[in-house]
């Protein structure tokens, strides 16, 4: 099993949409959560950070569920520069900064 | 732009070959981490280098090799490439500060073909 899950999709929703991206991860140490975004063939960057109570940045919010180890990204009013994979990621205790990453969730906004 | 830079950008290697890849972190940074990441997959995590030491693995073999210069600057050295070896080679460069990580940031990667 490996050690976060994502639905790979690919999510095709029209401008203006609301989509929702789900993760899983297995390991009940780990202790910090994130959101990438990766556009084609570029560099993964970091769209948000996780937190128990939730935050919110413009359009997104992410949420995380420790009980449930299940970490959540809504995009409201999707645009199309919103065009490219989602990845979770997850950082163990004790590992320094070694970063988990999801296999990614390809999202397309169409207009 | 990070500030992390990679090179080269592409490479084309030969099964049974040897390759050294480069990573310039950004400055004020002095922790290196590098990636595989291949089609359709997120990236893997290789190693990572902090203040010249190997500071954690993941499940590569040791015919993956790097190091960390006094600059910060690092080398991810591949033996024996295999077909399976290609991949995009991402390094992420961030502070590790006693037991607090700053955000990483990742270099635009090398693009690795094993033929």
């Known amino acids: 099993r490996k050690e976060v899950e994502q639905d790979p999709g690919p999510f095709n929703v029209p401008e203006g949409a609301t989509v929702a991206f789900n993760c899983t991860y297995s390991?009940?140490?780990?202790?910090?959560f994130f959101w990438y975004r990766q556009d084609c063939r570029k560099e993964p960057k970091l769209l948000m950070s996780?937190?128990?109570s939730g935050n919110e940045d413009g359009r997104f919010t992410a949420q995380l569920n420790r009980a449930s180890q299940y970490i959540s990204l809504l995009i409201r009013d999707s645009k199309l520069s919103d065009s490219a994979t989602y990845l979770c990621?997850?950082?163990?205790?004790?590992?320094?900064?070694?970063?988990?990453f999801g296999k990614g969730t390809s999202l397309l906004v169409t207009p | 732009e990070t500030g992390v830079t990679q090179s080269p950008t592409h490479l084309i290697k030969t099964r049974g070959q040897q390759v050294t890849l480069r990573c310039s972190s950004q400055?004020?940074?002095?922790?290196v981490s590098w990636y595989q990441q291949a089609l359709g997959q997120g990236p893997q995590f290789i190693f990572q280098?902090?203040?010249?030491?190997?500071?954690g693995r993941g499940n590569f073999p040791p015919r993956f090799s790097g190091l960390q210069f006094p600059n910060y600057s690092s080398e991810l050295n591949v033996n024996a490439l295999e077909l399976d070896d290609s991949a995009l080679y991402l390094c992420?460069?961030?502070?590790?500060?006693?037991?607090?990580?700053?955000?990483?940031?990742f270099g635009q990667g090398t693009r690795l073909t094993v033929v």
């Open positions: 990621v997850v950082n163990m205790r004790n590992s320094g900064y070694a970063l988990n």
């Open positions: 390991n009940s140490a780990s202790q910090s």
């Open positions: 996780v937190y128990s």
């Open positions: 400055s004020g940074h002095n922790t």
């Open positions: 280098y902090y203040r010249e030491e190997e500071n």
């Open positions: 992420a460069s961030n502070t590790l500060e006693g037991k607090m990580n700053t955000e990483a940031f």
